[in-house]
């Protein structure tokens, strides 16, 4: 033993302090370090023989002098005691604080699964013994006191929608090991509907073409993800002086914006198109043909026909082509060339 | 197969039926998540999480110091749990040593592995008599 060896070096005067500490122990222990110091450093040390009948009548008295071990908790543990005492925190399964005749693992052939003393399978799972109904209440009790009522006033999704139009998305990291840090936890997402922006039409236009992807035609949802700076906050703001910023730079008009070609339209205008020209050039037309009176172009673009025609073209351009549009399209032509139907 | 490639990890060969051998030394490596559970649960093997490989490393040094620590009373492996911060170290020891040995030293450990990893380590300890025996191979 250490203590035993450490007395051969120790001082002579330390040896009776030393041998008082130990009275605690086996008393074996006692009367084997008496016995080694006894022998000044520098004799020949114990014979054999004497060294074998100290070592047998040493296993001997630790044997007699063992602490049997005692009567397991579950034993002692009162019927209706309080379960959140036996286990207050997550803990491993203990076999001698859990009262029930568990049994855990694969049998042997023609046996029974393996019992819960010293079983490793029970230790490994994680268990929710800290966690039944009473201790949740409780826990739950204890936490109210620092949670506060949520408003009235927010009592629908419409509410919220229209108190706090911009939703800010974060994510926190919990991960075991001793570090708290997480890169992924700096990404920040702003969430906004262009409904409640203060936007005019050429404004919305602009802004949507500004942030391309990120703006969702379905649901009128702008989202602007941010993750370039390494603190969660810089992120934050980064996020809010982008909305600011397309704000404001979408409400102006540039010099280079009037030179917007066809091809930049986000959809499609009959006023001035090749659709309206041709129309009216062909009316025009049959109308001189008949020899009948003279109409303006005004009048034409007034007339329902012409209207009629307008918007189906509208919607084939703007919609894609479905039954509905095309049906109507072949209606409003027909009138407009006064054709008879076509069946 | 041929006879020159049988894979031999983690596994105890069959014997005259003299040999016991624990649950844990009788299942080889397949059967862990069929019959056998792991034996060191942290969240650094799941996807997008890192540190794996420092928990790993980790695990090795506990099990060996341990082992060395607590000579010849291990009865079976070490389970190893991290929760958030805390090293819970689940330990099943034979009844070699008298309790004020087992306090000692379960106290040592556990300051010396706390100032170590610089995280609280705790030693959730079993004794039991003998060795659980599973079956004899």
Excluded at chain 1, 116 to 133: R, V
Excluded at chain 1, 137 to 166: G, M, N, R, Y
Aim: hydrophobic content about 35%; glycine content about 6%; aromatic content about 8%.
């Amino acid at each position: 033993m250490a203590a035993a060896s450490g007395c051969l070096f120790c001082a002579r005067p330390m040896l009776p302090r030393l041998c008082a500490g130990l009275a605690a122990g086996p008393r074996s222990l006692l009367r084997v370090s008496a016995y080694s110091t006894a022998l000044v450093v520098g004799s020949a040390g114990p014979s054999p023989g004497q060294v074998a009948a100290s070592r047998r009548s040493r296993t001997s008295q630790i044997a007699r002098n063992r602490r049997l071990p005692g009567a397991p908790r579950t034993e002692k543990m009162a019927v209706d005691q309080y379960w959140g005492n036996v286990y207050p925190t997550a803990a491993a399964f203990n076999p001698s604080s859990v009262p029930l005749p568990i049994r855990m693992g694969y049998p042997v052939k023609r046996g029974v699964p393996p019992p819960k003393e010293g079983n490793l399978e029970l230790i490994k799972i994680p268990n929710f013994l800290h966690l039944t109904p009473p201790a949740i209440k409780k826990h739950c009790t204890a936490l109210k006191d620092f949670c506060t009522e949520w408003p009235t006033v927010l009592d629908s999704d419409e509410k919220c929608e229209q108190h706090f139009p911009i939703e800010i998305e974060t994510v926190d990291y919990v991960s075991a090991g001793p570090s708290v840090r997480n890169p992924k936890a700096r990404v920040v997402t702003l969430r906004v509907k262009l409904s409640k922006l203060n936007l005019d039409d050429h404004a919305k236009k602009k802004l949507i073409k500004l942030v391309g992807e990120r703006y969702c035609k379905d649901t009128d949802i702008l989202t602007i993800t941010t993750d370039r700076c390494p603190l969660r906050r810089q992120n934050y703001d980064y996020g809010v002086y982008l909305l600011t910023v397309l704000y404001h730079e979408s409400w102006k008009t540039e010099m280079w914006e009037n030179e917007k070609t066809e091809a930049d339209m986000e959809e499609y205008i009959w006023d001035n198109s090749p659709s309206q020209k041709n129309a009216l050039d062909t009316l025009v037309r049959i109308r001189a043909a008949e020899k009948t009176t003279e109409v303006t172009k005004e009048e034409l673009l007034a007339s329902e026909i012409v209207e009629n025609y307008k918007t189906t073209v509208v919607a084939l351009k703007n919609e894609g082509e479905t039954e509905n549009n095309i049906l109507q399209y072949k209606e409003s032509v027909t009138k407009l060339l006064n054709l008879q139907a076509l069946q | 197969m041929g006879v020159i490639l049988q894979n031999r990890a983690a596994r105890v060969r069959v014997g005259k039926g003299d040999k016991p051998v624990t649950y844990e030394q009788a299942h080889p490596p397949h059967y862990i998540a069929h019959r056998k559970g792991w034996l060191s649960l942290h969240t650094s093997n799941l996807d997008g999480e890192g540190g794996a490989a420092e928990r790993t490393v980790e695990d090795v040094f506990i099990r060996k110091f341990i082992y060395g620590t607590f000579h010849g009373c291990l009865a079976n492996e070490i389970v190893l749990k991290r929760r958030a911060n805390v090293l819970v170290v689940c330990a099943v020891f034979l009844q070699r040593l008298p309790p004020y040995k087992f306090y000692f030293l379960v106290g040592y450990t556990e300051t010396l592995l706390s100032f170590l990893y610089k995280c609280p380590v705790r030693l959730e300890v079993q004794t039991v008599p003998e060795k659980v025996i599973y079956k004899y191979l």
